[in-house]
């Protein structure tokens, strides 16, 4: 499979899904998805091959919490929101990323 | 809790799946509705939104991964993937889960029973502290005096007990009923910590020279002979005529520290003055009590030890026998005290049988490994037929050892399978054994109830056997390289050899093994043939024994003699019958010593001048079948007032007289200090085994009963008849009532007698020749599985082989050819070791040596007959393939 250039950034996805649910409260898969593609002005597309997973693995570590709910549309959908805990790992992705994107653009000045 | 949600979910994977379907087809939903949205039609944007999810089951897999525990999830599918396996070949699964049930069954069976004798605790408060304390006697019982010199003088012990064997007989007259007993000491049950089920135990207050007789029921004896009735209390219980007051009943599960026997009854030491007179207390030459105790907290072994080697001296010294010569007062006072751990009680049972059982062990353990290397072989067979399977897993991507994870994963359910039938096989075979331990006059009482060592064990044998037999043929079967899937069907001309010689050597491995188990087997079953066939110097069959007490007849000296001449006259009148009276019979477990002296003869040792006796009456040697050689039998002139006489043996006259022709010679028997009157030699007899028919005849003087001036108020009736003795006991029973009204009787039959003292090796002969055919057996199908497999894989060779004009004799010759390698490496290794372990198997023999040339070539026959049926079949099945055919198959 060819890689897309959108592709989002290995170990960058649980702080899109974190900060999403934190801005957003509850939503469903399909709705993170269309948020992050709104919100980064279409720069960024999620994978369902990766959400899912990475939103299994989030609940399963106690960062996200999730329940069924009706959509508008009268559709059963699996909404998740963020925990306590999650909220702490999001901080500490943020500081995380930000030292990697500071890092990555001290380099590239330099160069 | 993420470990839990996971391990929940691999138990209900139909919700789960559900839960994910619904939730990955809502993305789908929204997905087409916002294509639909942007103008599509519905069908482009289903297609559209399918190809951008891409593969549902795939991301499904994937999201599912995350909320099961992966490895247990898969262990799952692997379980799933080998029933699914043992479906397709029910016969493969059946042959090696019957041979791993039958080789873990055994194992499991005979471990129960050596951790029931040998290993289990007792049940009473911490056995792991309690020390049993002995002296020097060889079978680590001491006198009463002993006993309470011990208890009186020792510091180190938080409390001490000694008990002693008892049967009470439980009717007042006619055929006897017998309750297993024991004479405990007051502080029995409060050493031990074992409570009250109702009523109260004994205690040091019941314990006193003069006591009231009491006595406490075993809660097993109470529910049997009371049905639980607890009104029993404070009522009275006829032992040998004399009433016993019930003070209550023990607490369930207790049945006394002897493993493998179950006491009905405990009763005070102090109250063998009501019935076994006063002797057993007073004397110290009457050996016959255990003692039991339990060191105060802190104090080591060791310093028990060393305490009791101090305490030793002074214990002896205070009772040291009267009547004994100064080298047997020496020896007697030269005695010392020891203290060993006795957590597992006392046990007869485990001194009889603790090596015989750790012998069937091995036997037990090498049928399994039979049972293994069989498995194994069909594991190998199998890796075979499905190399291109696993060649196609290979080359599409999945690891090795996954592979053999899920291969193993099927050995390890076929042992497990295995174990599960062998446990219930075995729970089934512990009960036979305990059977053919016990005997008529004991039955063998041992806690088989599964515990946790049974469960590890059987549990530990499943695993062990099923990563033997797994792991080498997993390993091999994912061995191929992947491009021989691609081959498509490449089966070569001739299969080589070599890929298939671990197979081969599984097989000389199984032929060497159970040809060590058949000779094992064959040298069982001579000792044991030897035995039952030895020339005894009586003749076993159609004897009837009867053990006639006439104490609660209260009959007195002569009048007791007199009584028991009327019994003989009236069982002699039956008719048909020959009868006569003995007070031992052969090989019963009782003996009668005494030091001989006679003109002529200085012994070199002590043992030297040691001859057994044995009281009986006229009429003995002719019912019991033993010859007499010279001289007289007794008769009515060898009354009590005539001078002493007495029949001995060859072995007798030859020891103490040095010639077999020693009738009118006289010996004397040493008494203490002093000796008897002179007794005349009137008559020298055949030698007759006494103690065990395993040991020679020892030297046996017999005097006549009508001479004993205090008569004792047992005898033995010996009645032979012309038929059964069983059909016999009835009248012999009405024809003593009639002459005493008050005797109480015991039958046996001599013969029973006679064979329960080899029980030992008839449950060895049987269980090893058992064992040995099974072993045989075992091999014998992996050898025909082998060959038969080897023709299948050689039919096109064949095929040629006969095209170019091979004779099918040729052909049968060939293969018989390649088994009698097989075999007569085998049987070579076998041999080799069969010699070297065989020395281990001398203690255990009886006639014949543990190289017994005889046995050995039987067992070489047997093996090499059976292997050359095995061989046969395949060799004539590849005789018979049609060239044609073979060839065209191609």
């Known amino acids: 499979m060819q890689k897309r250039k959108n592709d989002i950034l290995q170990g960058t996805l649980a702080l899109l899904v974190l900060k999403s649910l934190?801005?957003?409260?509850?939503?469903?898969?399909?709705?993170?998805?269309?948020?992050?593609?709104?919100?980064?002005?279409?720069?960024?597309?999620?994978?369902?091959?990766?959400?899912?997973?990475?939103?299994?693995?989030?609940?399963?570590?106690g960062w996200v919490r999730a329940s069924w709910g009706t959509t508008e549309k009268n559709r059963q959908a699996r909404y998740y929101s963020v925990t306590a805990d999650g909220k702490r790992q999001l901080a500490r992705e943020e500081e995380s990323w930000a030292r990697l994107r500071d890092g990555v653009q001290r380099v590239l000045r330099f160069a | 809790m993420a470990w839990y949600h996971r391990f929940s979910n691999v138990l209900r994977p139909r919700r789960l799946s559900r839960d994910l379907d619904r939730e990955l087809s809502f993305h789908v939903s929204e997905l087409v509705d916002e294509l639909v949205a942007r103008g599509m039609t519905d069908r482009d944007a289903f297609a559209e939104a399918r190809r951008r999810f891409g593969n549902f089951g795939m991301q499904k897999e994937r999201t599912r991964d995350v909320d099961t525990m992966a490895w247990l999830d898969s262990l799952g599918a692997d379980v799933r993937y080998a029933l699914r396996a043992m479906r397709r070949s029910p016969g493969f699964a059946a042959v090696a889960v019957l041979s791993l049930a039958l080789g873990i069954g055994a194992n499991t069976a005979i471990f129960g029973l050596i951790d029931a004798v040998m290993l289990r605790a007792l049940p009473v408060r911490n056995p792991g502290e309690l020390l049993r304390v002995t002296a020097e006697d060889q079978w680590g019982v001491v006198s009463n005096p002993v006993w309470e010199q011990v208890r009186d003088r020792q510091d180190v012990f938080s409390g001490a007990l000694a008990y002693g064997n008892a049967r009470f007989n439980l009717n007042a007259a006619g055929e006897a009923k017998f309750a297993t007993a024991a004479w405990v000491s007051g502080d029995y049950f409060s050493t031990l910590g074992v409570r009250a089920h109702a009523g109260r135990m004994l205690a040091k207050s019941d314990d006193y020279r003069g006591c009231a007789p009491v006595a406490v029921l075993s809660y097993a004896f109470w529910r049997a002979h009371y049905g639980g009735d607890p009104s029993v209390i404070g009522k009275t219980i006829a032992l040998d005529g004399h009433p016993f007051l019930i003070a209550g009943v023990s607490a369930s599960g207790f049945t006394g520290v002897d493993v493998g026997q179950s006491k009905d009854l405990f009763a005070p030491l102090c109250a063998t003055a009501v019935n076994g007179g006063s002797g057993m207390l007073e004397s110290p030459s009457s050996v016959w009590l255990f003692m039991i105790a339990r060191p105060k907290p802190g104090v080591s072994l060791d310093q028990v030890r060393a305490r009791l080697s101090t305490l030793a001296p002074a214990v002896f010294e205070a009772t040291v026998p009267r009547n004994r010569g100064t080298e047997s007062r020496s020896d007697y006072l030269r005695q010392t005290l020891r203290a060993t751990p006795a957590a597992n009680g006392i046990s007869q049972l485990r001194s009889d049988y603790g090596r015989a059982l750790v012998l069937l062990m091995v036997v037990v353990a090498l049928v399994l490994l039979i049972a293994c290397a069989n498995v194994a072989n069909l594991l190998l067979t199998r890796a075979t037929v499905r190399e291109r399977e696993i060649a196609i897993r290979l080359a599409i991507g999945a690891g090795r050892g996954r592979l053999i994870r899920q291969l193993l994963t099927e050995s390890l359910l076929l042992s497990a399978l295995g174990a599960v039938?062998?446990?219930?096989?075995?729970?089934?075979?512990?009960?036979?054994?305990?059977?053919?331990?016990?005997?008529?006059?004991?039955?063998?009482?041992?806690?088989?109830?599964?515990?946790?060592?049974?469960?590890?064990?059987?549990?530990?044998?499943?695993?062990?056997?099923?990563?033997?037999?797994?792991?080498?043929?997993?390993?091999?079967?994912?061995?191929?390289?992947?491009?021989?899937?691609?081959?498509?069907?490449?089966?070569?001309?001739?299969?080589?050899?070599?890929?298939?010689?671990?197979?081969?050597a599984l097989i000389i491995f199984q032929v060497a093994v159970s040809l060590v188990l058949v000779v094992g087997a064959g040298l069982m079953l001579g000792t044991f043939r030897r035995l039952t066939t030895v020339d005894a110097g009586f003749q076993r069959q159609g004897v009837l024994l009867v053990d006639a007490n006439i104490r609660n007849g209260e009959y007195k000296g002569p009048r007791r003699a007199e009584v028991f001449r009327e019994m003989l006259a009236r069982v002699r009148a039956l008719p048909g019958v020959k009868a006569a009276v003995s007070n031992v019979t052969p090989v019963s477990g009782s003996a009668w010593t005494d030091d001989v002296v006679a003109d002529g003869f200085t012994p070199k040792t002590r043992e030297d001048g040691?001859?057994?006796?044995?009281?009986?009456?006229?009429?003995?040697?002719e019912t019991m079948g033993t010859r007499l050689l010279a001289g007289r039998d007794f008769g009515p002139r060898d009354a009590l007032t005539a001078p002493a006489v007495a029949i001995v043996n060859e072995s007798m006259a030859r020891r103490f007289f040095a010639t077999t022709n020693a009738v009118g010679k006289t010996f004397r028997v040493l008494q203490g200090q002093k000796t008897s009157a002179p007794i005349e030699i009137v008559g020298i007899v055949e030698d007759a085994k006494y103690k065990s028919l395993r040991?020679?005849?020892?030297?046996?003087?017999?005097?006549?009963?009508?001479?004993?001036?205090?008569?004792?108020?047992?005898?033995?009736?010996?009645?032979?008849?012309?038929?059964?003795?069983?059909?016999?006991?009835?009248?012999?029973?009405?024809?003593?009532?009639?002459?005493?009204?008050?005797?109480?009787?015991?039958?046996?039959?001599?013969?029973?007698?006679?064979?329960?003292?080899?029980?030992?090796?008839?449950?060895?002969?049987?269980?090893?020749?058992?064992?040995?055919?099974l072993a045989l057996l075992l091999a014998t199908i992996g050898l025909y599985g082998v060959m038969s497999y080897s023709v299948a894989r050689r039919r096109n060779e064949i095929g040629i082989r006969m095209a170019l004009g091979a004779a099918r004799t040729r052909v049968v010759r060939m293969v018989l050819g390649e088994v009698a390698m097989l075999v007569g490496i085998g049987v070579a290794l076998g041999l080799a070791f069969a010699l070297a372990s065989s020395r281990l198997l001398a203690v255990f023999l009886f006639g014949l040596a543990p190289n017994d040339p005889v046995t050995i070539a039987g067992a070489i026959t047997i093996s090499v007959l059976v292997a050359a049926v095995a061989g046969y079949l395949p060799a004539r099945r590849a005789s018979r393939v049609d060239p044609m055919l073979a060839l065209r198959e191609e």
């Open chain 1, 22 to 61: 934190a801005a957003r409260g509850a939503l469903h898969g399909y709705a993170i998805t269309a948020h992050i593609h709104h919100v980064s002005a279409e720069l960024l597309r999620v994978e369902e091959g990766s959400l899912y997973p990475a939103l299994h693995r989030m609940e399963q570590d």
């Open chain 2, 421 to 504: 039938a062998g446990a219930l096989l075995a729970q089934w075979g512990s009960r036979l054994l305990v059977a053919m331990l016990s005997d008529t006059r004991s039955a063998v009482f041992l806690d088989l109830s599964p515990n946790v060592r049974l469960f590890a064990f059987t549990a530990l044998v499943a695993v062990a056997t099923g990563m033997m037999f797994g792991l080498v043929p997993a390993w091999r079967a994912t061995r191929a390289q992947p491009h021989t899937a691609m081959k498509g069907n490449s089966r070569g001309i001739t299969q080589g050899h070599s890929s298939f010689s671990l197979g081969r």
């Open chain 2, 695 to 773: 040991d020679p005849a020892p030297p046996t003087a017999y005097l006549a009963v009508s001479q004993d001036s205090t008569p004792s108020a047992y005898l033995t009736f010996d009645v032979r008849a012309g038929g059964s003795t069983a059909a016999i006991a009835p009248a012999v029973r009405n024809a003593m009532l009639a002459a005493s009204p008050t005797v109480s009787l015991t039958f046996a039959s001599f013969a029973e007698q006679v064979d329960e003292s080899v029980a030992r090796e008839r449950l060895l002969a049987t269980l090893s020749t058992f064992f040995g055919g």
């Open chain 2, 610 to 621: 040691v001859a057994f006796f044995n009281q009986v009456g006229d009429g003995y040697f």
